[in-house]
T-cell receptor
Framework: DAGVTQSPTHLIKTRGQQVTLRCSPK?????VSWYQQALGQGPQFIFQ???????QRGNFPDRFSGHQFPNYSSELNVNALLLGDSALYLCASSLGVAGYYNEQFFGPGTRLTVL | SQKIEQNSEALNIQEGKTATLTCNYT??????LQWYRQDPGRGPVFLLLIRENEKEKRKERLKVTFDTTLKQSLFHITASQPADSATYLC??????????FGKGTRLSVIA
Protein backbone atom coordinates (compact mmCIF):
# COMPACT_ATOMS: atom_id res chain seq x y z
CA ASP A 1 0.00 0.00 0.00
CA ALA A 2 1.64 3.20 -1.15
CA GLY A 3 1.61 5.98 1.36
CA VAL A 4 1.36 9.66 0.53
CA THR A 5 3.52 10.60 -2.43
CA GLN A 6 4.62 14.06 -3.51
CA SER A 7 6.35 15.39 -6.58
CA PRO A 8 8.77 16.79 -7.32
CA THR A 9 11.20 16.11 -4.47
CA HIS A 10 13.14 19.31 -4.98
CA LEU A 11 12.48 22.44 -6.99
CA ILE A 12 14.42 25.63 -7.65
CA LYS A 13 12.60 28.71 -8.92
CA THR A 14 13.31 32.41 -9.20
CA ARG A 15 11.34 35.26 -7.70
CA GLY A 16 8.13 36.07 -9.56
CA GLN A 17 7.76 32.62 -11.07
CA GLN A 18 4.90 30.23 -10.47
CA VAL A 19 5.10 26.68 -9.15
CA THR A 20 2.81 23.64 -8.97
CA LEU A 21 3.34 20.88 -6.44
CA ARG A 22 1.53 17.56 -6.57
CA CYS A 23 0.28 15.09 -3.99
CA SER A 24 -1.30 11.64 -4.14
CA PRO A 25 -3.01 10.63 -0.90
CA LYS A 26 -2.73 7.30 0.85
CA UNK A 27 -5.01 4.70 -0.67
CA UNK A 28 -8.55 5.07 0.68
CA UNK A 29 -8.06 8.62 1.94
CA UNK A 30 -10.24 11.42 0.62
CA UNK A 31 -8.97 14.49 2.48
CA VAL A 32 -5.76 16.33 1.64
CA SER A 33 -4.13 19.08 3.68
CA TRP A 34 -1.12 21.18 2.70
CA TYR A 35 1.47 22.63 5.07
CA GLN A 36 4.49 24.90 4.72
CA GLN A 37 7.48 24.16 6.94
CA ALA A 38 10.25 26.73 7.11
CA LEU A 39 13.64 25.64 8.42
CA GLY A 40 13.60 25.15 12.18
CA GLN A 41 9.84 25.69 12.42
CA GLY A 42 6.82 23.45 12.74
CA PRO A 43 4.52 22.89 9.77
CA GLN A 44 2.08 25.73 9.12
CA PHE A 45 -1.39 24.89 7.76
CA ILE A 46 -2.13 26.28 4.29
CA PHE A 47 -5.47 24.68 3.37
CA GLN A 48 -7.48 21.48 3.31
CA UNK A 49 -9.44 19.89 0.49
CA UNK A 50 -12.32 17.45 0.69
CA UNK A 51 -14.71 16.45 -2.09
CA UNK A 52 -12.82 18.74 -4.46
CA UNK A 53 -13.56 21.81 -2.35
CA UNK A 54 -11.38 23.93 -0.09
CA UNK A 55 -12.81 23.28 3.39
CA GLN A 56 -10.40 25.23 5.56
CA ARG A 57 -7.73 27.81 4.93
CA GLY A 58 -4.88 29.05 7.07
CA ASN A 59 -3.36 32.50 7.11
CA PHE A 60 -1.81 32.46 3.64
CA PRO A 61 -2.27 35.01 0.83
CA ASP A 62 -4.29 34.34 -2.30
CA ARG A 63 -1.04 33.62 -4.16
CA PHE A 64 -1.44 30.16 -2.66
CA SER A 65 -4.18 28.17 -4.33
CA GLY A 66 -5.03 24.55 -4.70
CA HIS A 67 -7.13 21.96 -6.35
CA GLN A 68 -8.37 18.47 -5.63
CA PHE A 69 -9.18 16.04 -8.41
CA PRO A 70 -11.91 13.35 -8.48
CA ASN A 71 -9.28 10.70 -7.65
CA TYR A 72 -8.49 12.72 -4.47
CA SER A 73 -5.02 13.77 -5.62
CA SER A 74 -4.22 17.42 -5.12
CA GLU A 75 -2.12 20.28 -6.40
CA LEU A 76 -0.73 23.32 -4.62
CA ASN A 77 -0.03 26.36 -6.78
CA VAL A 78 2.00 29.34 -5.69
CA ASN A 79 2.11 32.45 -7.89
CA ALA A 80 4.53 35.39 -7.87
CA LEU A 81 7.09 33.52 -5.77
CA LEU A 82 8.92 35.39 -3.03
CA LEU A 83 12.20 34.50 -1.35
CA GLY A 84 10.19 33.83 1.81
CA ASP A 85 8.28 31.05 0.07
CA SER A 86 11.38 28.85 0.28
CA ALA A 87 10.37 25.95 2.50
CA LEU A 88 9.44 22.29 2.69
CA TYR A 89 5.88 21.84 1.46
CA LEU A 90 4.12 18.90 3.05
CA CYS A 91 0.98 17.14 1.98
CA ALA A 92 -1.03 15.09 4.47
CA SER A 93 -3.97 12.81 3.82
CA SER A 94 -6.70 11.51 6.08
CA LEU A 95 -10.14 9.98 5.92
CA GLY A 96 -13.21 12.20 6.12
CA VAL A 97 -13.59 15.67 7.54
CA ALA A 98 -13.88 14.69 11.21
CA GLY A 99 -11.52 17.45 12.20
CA TYR A 100 -8.12 16.03 13.02
CA TYR A 101 -9.44 13.16 15.13
CA ASN A 102 -8.40 10.82 12.35
CA GLU A 103 -4.70 10.22 11.92
CA GLN A 104 -3.02 12.25 9.21
CA PHE A 105 -0.35 10.63 7.07
CA PHE A 106 2.30 12.97 5.73
CA GLY A 107 4.25 12.70 2.53
CA PRO A 108 8.01 13.27 2.33
CA GLY A 109 7.53 16.84 1.15
CA THR A 110 8.75 19.01 -1.71
CA ARG A 111 11.73 21.23 -0.95
CA LEU A 112 11.18 24.56 -2.76
CA THR A 113 14.04 27.01 -3.08
CA VAL A 114 13.32 30.49 -4.43
CA LEU A 115 16.36 32.43 -5.68
CA SER B 1 -5.06 34.22 20.13
CA GLN B 2 -4.13 30.54 20.22
CA LYS B 3 -0.49 29.78 21.01
CA ILE B 4 1.61 26.67 21.29
CA GLU B 5 5.07 26.57 22.81
CA GLN B 6 7.59 23.78 22.96
CA ASN B 7 10.00 25.19 25.48
CA SER B 8 13.15 23.37 24.48
CA GLU B 9 14.68 23.61 21.04
CA ALA B 10 16.99 20.71 21.81
CA LEU B 11 17.34 18.04 24.46
CA ASN B 12 20.28 15.68 24.93
CA ILE B 13 19.94 12.58 27.12
CA GLN B 14 21.84 9.39 27.81
CA GLU B 15 20.63 6.10 26.37
CA GLY B 16 18.35 4.25 28.76
CA LYS B 17 17.09 7.39 30.49
CA THR B 18 13.59 8.83 30.18
CA ALA B 19 13.22 11.80 27.85
CA THR B 20 10.55 14.34 28.80
CA LEU B 21 9.37 16.98 26.33
CA THR B 22 6.98 19.82 27.14
CA CYS B 23 4.20 21.46 25.16
CA ASN B 24 2.35 24.48 26.55
CA TYR B 25 -0.69 26.10 24.99
CA THR B 26 -3.18 28.91 25.45
CA UNK B 27 -6.75 29.54 24.30
CA UNK B 28 -7.73 26.06 23.17
CA UNK B 29 -11.02 24.75 24.53
CA UNK B 30 -11.83 21.99 24.14
CA UNK B 31 -8.31 20.95 23.35
CA UNK B 32 -7.08 17.94 21.42
CA LEU B 33 -3.37 17.40 21.23
CA GLN B 34 -1.27 15.29 18.88
CA TRP B 35 2.39 14.34 19.03
CA TYR B 36 4.46 13.68 15.93
CA ARG B 37 7.97 12.50 15.21
CA GLN B 38 9.91 14.04 12.33
CA ASP B 39 13.23 12.80 10.99
CA PRO B 40 15.48 15.07 8.90
CA GLY B 41 14.17 15.48 5.35
CA ARG B 42 11.01 13.48 6.08
CA GLY B 43 7.40 14.31 6.80
CA PRO B 44 6.05 14.09 10.37
CA VAL B 45 4.78 10.73 11.59
CA PHE B 46 1.74 10.66 13.88
CA LEU B 47 2.38 9.11 17.29
CA LEU B 48 -0.52 9.83 19.64
CA LEU B 49 -3.71 11.84 20.03
CA ILE B 50 -4.87 12.80 23.52
CA ARG B 51 -8.14 14.51 24.34
CA GLU B 52 -8.43 17.01 27.16
CA ASN B 53 -10.64 14.67 29.16
CA GLU B 54 -7.88 12.03 29.06
CA LYS B 55 -5.17 12.62 31.60
CA GLU B 56 -2.72 10.05 30.28
CA LYS B 57 -2.17 7.89 27.24
CA ARG B 58 0.45 5.22 26.58
CA LYS B 59 1.81 3.49 23.50
CA GLU B 60 4.71 1.10 23.94
CA ARG B 61 7.57 3.20 25.44
CA LEU B 62 5.67 6.46 24.95
CA LYS B 63 3.56 8.18 27.58
CA VAL B 64 1.67 11.45 27.11
CA THR B 65 -0.01 13.42 29.89
CA PHE B 66 -2.44 16.29 29.55
CA ASP B 67 -2.97 18.87 32.31
CA THR B 68 -5.75 21.28 31.34
CA THR B 69 -5.20 23.37 34.49
CA LEU B 70 -1.56 24.04 33.59
CA LYS B 71 -2.45 23.94 29.88
CA GLN B 72 0.45 21.61 29.34
CA SER B 73 1.23 18.23 27.84
CA LEU B 74 4.28 16.16 28.72
CA PHE B 75 5.67 13.59 26.30
CA HIS B 76 7.84 10.87 27.81
CA ILE B 77 10.01 8.27 26.07
CA THR B 78 11.15 5.64 28.55
CA ALA B 79 14.30 3.54 28.11
CA SER B 80 15.39 5.87 25.33
CA GLN B 81 17.51 4.56 22.46
CA PRO B 82 19.68 6.33 19.86
CA ALA B 83 17.00 5.43 17.29
CA ASP B 84 14.61 7.74 19.18
CA SER B 85 16.72 10.74 18.12
CA ALA B 86 14.46 12.98 16.06
CA THR B 87 12.43 16.17 16.27
CA TYR B 88 9.17 15.80 18.17
CA LEU B 89 6.29 18.13 17.37
CA CYS B 90 3.15 18.80 19.31
CA UNK B 91 0.05 20.04 17.51
CA UNK B 92 -3.35 21.19 18.77
CA UNK B 93 -6.82 21.66 17.43
CA UNK B 94 -10.19 22.45 18.92
CA UNK B 95 -13.30 21.20 17.19
CA UNK B 96 -12.89 22.04 13.53
CA UNK B 97 -10.07 24.57 13.85
CA UNK B 98 -6.98 23.91 11.73
CA UNK B 99 -4.18 21.91 13.27
CA UNK B 100 -1.48 24.20 14.67
CA PHE B 101 2.03 22.87 15.29
CA GLY B 102 4.67 23.91 17.76
CA LYS B 103 8.23 24.50 16.60
CA GLY B 104 9.38 21.11 17.80
CA THR B 105 12.05 19.81 20.15
CA ARG B 106 15.11 18.10 18.71
CA LEU B 107 15.94 15.07 20.85
CA SER B 108 19.38 13.48 20.76
CA VAL B 109 19.87 10.19 22.61
CA ILE B 110 23.55 9.58 23.25
CA ALA B 111 24.86 6.03 23.47
Amino acid sequence: DAGVTQSPTHLIKTRGQQVTLRCSPKSGHDTVSWYQQALGQGPQFIFQYYEEEERQRGNFPDRFSGHQFPNYSSELNVNALLLGDSALYLCASSLGVAGYYNEQFFGPGTRLTVL
Amino acid sequence: SQKIEQNSEALNIQEGKTATLTCNYTNYSPAYLQWYRQDPGRGPVFLLLIRENEKEKRKERLKVTFDTTLKQSLFHITASQPADSATYLCALFSGNTPLVFGKGTRLSVIA
